[in-house]
């Protein structure tokens, strides 16, 4: 499975991104798809994920109710909208796919490249 994320950019704070991955191959809907982010001096952190079906996602605390994950597995893509940015979003995101668990890192197979957001006070 090939990654490729996009979406990233430049948006100030209170503002909205979608970011996209999409993904090659056959066999996209059966990974868990999820994004992580790194911020510069720091390490790579997970935010959110979901399964095969796109009915359980999982977020880590710091963007429940501000970020949304979806897939749609007829377009082998995953999306990532994130609304009411902080400047503390501010990161590489990337996005990636596991075979079975959903929030560590050491648990996917394959990963994107990743886009930057960055988000201006």
């Known amino acids: 499975v090939q990654l490729q994320a996009y979406g990233g950019g430049l948006v100030q704070a209170g503002g909205f991104q979608r970011l996209s991955c999409a993904a090659s191959g056959r066999t996209f809907n059966l990974y868990v798809m999820g994004w992580f982010r790194q911020a510069p001096g720091k390490e790579r952190e997970f935010v959110a994920a979901t399964n095969w079906r796109g009915d359980m996602p999982y977020y880590t605390d710091s963007v429940k109710g501000r970020f949304t994950i979806s897939r749609d597995n007829a377009k082998n893509t995953v999306y990532l909208q994130m609304n009411s940015l902080k400047p503390e979003d501010t990161a590489i995101y990337y996005c990636?796919?596991?075979?079975?668990?959903?929030?560590?890192?050491?648990?996917?197979?394959?990963w994107g490249q990743g886009t930057l957001v960055t988000v201006s006070s």
């Open positions: 990636a796919a596991s075979r079975g668990g959903m929030t560590t890192r050491g648990e996917y197979d394959y």
